[in-house]
């Protein structure tokens, strides 16, 4: 399984941005994906996840902010991203269930 994460950039407190995670490879096996990331100086936490059946979970600090979301046909995990803060300032990182990361992409919330 390869991920392919993209979307990251420079944004303005407030702003939004949407982070995609494109899968391929023997991705029938997979039934969970994640996104995470991590600050400078930070672990590496995980902000949302969804399942096989839909199914979300968030970190608090961004619940009603960030919504996870997948397109199967397109085999493609987004992350949209609303009402961003300087504290979700960090590298974001797409994970699948199984072990499978995919490479890093900066979000940089700022004026």
């Known amino acids: 399984v390869q991920l392919q994460a993209s979307g990251g950039g420079l944004v303005q407190p407030g702003g939004s941005l949407r982070l995609s995670c494109a899968a391929s490879?023997?991705?029938?096996?997979?039934?969970?994906f994640g996104w995470y990331r991590q600050a400078p100086g930070k672990q590496r936490e995980l902000v949302a996840a969804?399942?096989?059946?839909?199914?979300?979970s968030y970190e608090d600090s961004v619940k009603g902010r960030f919504t996870i979301s997948r397109d199967n046909a397109k085999n493609t995990v987004y992350l949209q991203m609303n009402s961003l803060k300087p504290e979700d300032t960090a590298v974001y990182y797409c994970?699948?269930?199984?072990?499978?990361w995919g490479q890093g992409t900066q979000v940089t919330v700022s004026s």
């Open positions: 969804i399942v096989s059946d839909g199914s979300t």
């Open positions: 994970m699948a269930s199984g072990g499978y």
């Open positions: 490879g023997i991705i029938f096996s997979i039934n969970a």
